[in-house]
């Protein structure tokens, strides 16, 4: 055990990002503090022209045949696969992601985006329904688009994220107003010019960059639809612009997420997998596995197995260092959060363990947050109950299951949850307790990037799901078109009431709703 406080590396009056001024966001390498490109920015003035001219673009877009909406995006998917380096040399410089995990997370968003283009003609092909009660006509269920769909992003997963919700907005026949983070300017722009060379019309797509006031004033502009992936605080208060203005919102917000390693686990095989679910893009994650519980009498060995993976497995160094498996945390603002939670729980006992690796002369950096295990941490400290996004984790101790449920179920939080044990029926058995959108096996990361699984979280991680055939749910408004198969003689229900459709409905309180047969039988009796 080593004893020492992180805020000692730290030097004072480090830099906030970004760099903001009137009319540009400059961004800048987060390692060096070079700057690597600026973009302009939207005044807040000039947000409902955009939305109007998005709303005009619409009109037409709506009316393109499917075919030729899954054409150009098939040619983005293209451009996506033959300029991807480009991206993720970029993903790494202007957020400082180390290169394998910056191109998994461009194949992420790849994949995902093939995976839509296949599953849209069936997802937003109309269906018929038979209403048995009024066999005379006919019900077609159409997946109509909401019109302009606003998107703002995080910084975190720029590319993948932002795919999740632009590309099953455009394929339905939505116009997209795009808000990258200011975090992540570059990497939003270049999606935004790919999104454009392929064909998407300029009065269809627009990206607007900006903070959170043009975030604000763009649904102040009125949208109709949201979808906005971020934090707890900030889609708190979207959703309520968005209650106000009745406007209908997807939140994929923050998480706390825990793993659970039951006494039949293997315990290396579990030590490198929470390891790698909790580190994985240097912690900022919101499925970060931030809380581990294990059960008592394997806890020991289980820390033993994951200082060891530790010191195997984490070497932290700078995003373009083939040795790196950690990064450096994109904003330093972000690095504060991570210490200060860090701190507090030096303060309340706890007791960390840094076996990391350093590579280099990376130790004075302010966004270095060295990876950590700690243990003896008490329940009320902010790091076992609020987000930190960082690399990291908690271990705690269980001594039955009933407890390990009850203490992950007790967060705010509720994204994805992984057991660990040998027996899969153990998951079955467990899952349906866990307040969490997503449950895994031996794994924390990889289905929840899989295209064809819903991504979503419940409690305060927010409603909506993306991915999977949910993301055409989500952009789309089912409308129901009722025609005529033939045309009755007469109105069974409708005006001139008299007695003998008083009567009918009578009975056909009896026919149509009676529970048994003998209630049934009544429609043809005498009725009182
Ligand atoms: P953030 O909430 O600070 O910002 C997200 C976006 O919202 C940015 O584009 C920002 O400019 C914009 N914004 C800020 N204030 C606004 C306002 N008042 N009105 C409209 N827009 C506004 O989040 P972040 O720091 O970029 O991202 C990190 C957070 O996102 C973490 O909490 C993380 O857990 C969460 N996240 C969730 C998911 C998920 O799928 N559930 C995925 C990634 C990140």
Redesign the pocket.
């Known amino acids: 055990m080593i004893k020492q406080s992180v805020s000692e590396v730290v030097p004072p009056n480090h830099e906030k990002t970004p760099h903001i001024e009137q009319d540009c966001i400059q961004s800048y390498n987060p390692a060096t503090g070079e700057i690597i490109g600026q973009v302009s920015t939207t005044s807040p003035a000039d947000a409902p022209l955009i939305m109007n001219e998005l709303a005009q673009g619409q009109t037409n877009w709506g009316n393109v045949d499917i075919k030729e909406r899954i054409s150009i995006l098939h040619r983005l998917y293209e451009l996506m696969v033959e300029r991807h380096p480009a991206l993720v040399k970029l993903l790494g410089q202007e957020l400082g992601k180390i290169e394998h995990e910056a191109r998994f997370e461009v194949l992420q968003a790849i994949l995902n985006l093939k995976y839509m283009l296949w599953k849209a003609p069936r997802a937003l092909k109309s269906k018929r329904v038979f209403v048995w009660q009024l066999p005379y006509r006919m019900h077609k269920i159409l997946r109509q688009p909401h019109g302009v769909v606003l998107v ?6 720029p590319v993948a ?1 932002t795919f999740d919700a632009i590309i099953p907005a455009l394929l339905a026949g939505n116009s997209v107003a795009y ?5 992540a300017p570059l990497i939003g722009q270049f999606m935004a010019d790919l999104i454009v060379e392929a064909g998407v019309p300029e009065d269809v797509f627009k990206i607007i960059h ?7 004033a ?2 102040d502009a009125g949208p109709d639809k949201i979808s ?8 708190r ?2 959703a309520q ?1 968005a209650g106000d203005l009745l406007i209908p919102v997807t939140l ?4 706390k997420d825990a793993a659970l390693v039951l006494v039949d686990a293997d315990l290396k095989r579990s030590a490198r997998g929470i390891l790698w679910g909790s580190m994985v893009n240097s912690g ?4 970060g596995v931030e809380r581990v519980y294990v059960m008592d009498s394997v806890a020991d060995q289980f820390v033993q197995e994951l200082r060891q993976a530790v010191r195997k497995y984490l070497r932290v160094g700078e995003s373009d260092d083939p040795q790196a498996t950690l990064g450096l945390l994109a ?1 330093s603002s ?1 690095a504060d959060i991570v210490r200060a939670q860090v701190n507090q729980a030096e303060e309340f006992g706890a007791t960390l363990y840094r076996d990391y690796q350093a590579l280099g002369k990376l130790k004075q950096h302010p966004n270095l947050i060295e990876p950590l295990i700690l243990t003896d941490v008490p329940p009320e400290a902010d790091i076992v109950r609020a ?1 930190t ?1 960082g690399p990291v984790m908690v271990v705690m101790p269980v001594t039955n299951e009933d407890e390990a449920i009850q203490k992950i179920n007790d967060s705010e939080f509720g ?1 994805t949850t992984s057991i660990w044990t040998k027996d899969s029926k153990n998951v079955q058995r467990l899952a349906p307790r866990l307040k969490v959108g997503l449950v895994h096996m031996n794994e924390h990361i990889l289905s929840s990037a899989a295209p064809q699984v819903p ?3 419940r409690k305060q ?2 409603y909506g799901r ?1 991915r999977g055939a949910d993301s055409f749910l989500a952009m789309t408004i089912p409308q129901a078109v009722s025609t005529e198969w033939f045309k009755l003689p007469f109105h069974p229900f409708a005006y001139p009431y008299n007695r003998f459709k008083r009567d009918l409905v009578r009975r056909l309180v009896y026919l149509w709703a009676g529970p048994t047969l003998k209630d049934k039988l009544k429609a043809f009796g005498r009725l009182k």
């Not at 906005?228 to 889609?235: A, D, I, K, M």
């Not at 994929?252 to 998480?255: C, D, I, K, R």
């Open positions: 703002i992003s995080p910084w975190n997963f994220l808000k990258p983070s200011e975090h900006g903070d959170g006031a043009l975030g604000a763009l649904i906005f992936t971020g934090s707890v605080p900030v889609g208060k979207i612009k994929e917000l923050g998480g900022q994650m919101c499925l904003l972000q987000e996004f994204l991504w979503g979280g991680s927010g993306h």
